[in-house]
Nanobody, 125 residues
Framework: QVQLVESGGGLVQAGGSLRLSCVASGRAFSMYAMGWFRRAPGTAREFVAAITWSGANTYYADSVKGRFTISRDNAKNTVYLQMNSLKPEDTAVYFC??????????????????WGQGTQVTVSS
């Protein structure tokens, strides 16, 4: 069992930056691949970024590529999402998620086993 807790959300002006953190508790965090997803009001959940267990491989949605960076620190049981050049359309609740196939990049939320409660990111224009 893995418990995930996100933090770092908030209100920022367009063009600004935020760094989200997701701390995991439970067993063997370093074995899990991690992902970030988001859900804006009235829309479906959207894949944002993913990282394999070692951090060697990452993958991004086209909408955030070049602006967002996913990383992890297995010693701290934490995965990060650095968000730069934020746009109003990035406004959403951001969720981190984990799955046990540590070497695989997965982009569908249904493939993830564990989820955090989410943190709100609001970007004003």
């Amino acid at each position: 069992q893995v418990q995930l807790v996100e933090s770092g959300g908030g209100l920022v002006q367009a063009g600004g930056s935020l760094r989200l953190s997701c701390v995991a508790s439970g067993r063997a965090f370093s074995m899990y691949a991690m992902g970030w997803f988001r859900r804006a009001p009235g829309t479906a959940r959207e894949f944002v970024a993913a990282i394999t267990w070692s951090g060697a491989n990452t993958y991004y949605a086209d909408s955030v590529k070049g602006r967002f960076t996913i990383s992890r620190d297995n010693a701290k049981n934490t995965v990060y999402l650095q968000m730069n050049s934020l746009k109003p359309e990035d406004t959403a609740v951001y969720f981190c998620a984990a799955h046990a196939r540590g070497n695989m990049i997965l982009v569908h939320g249904d493939d993830y086993n564990y989820w955090g409660q989410g943190t709100q990111v609001t970007v004003s224009s």
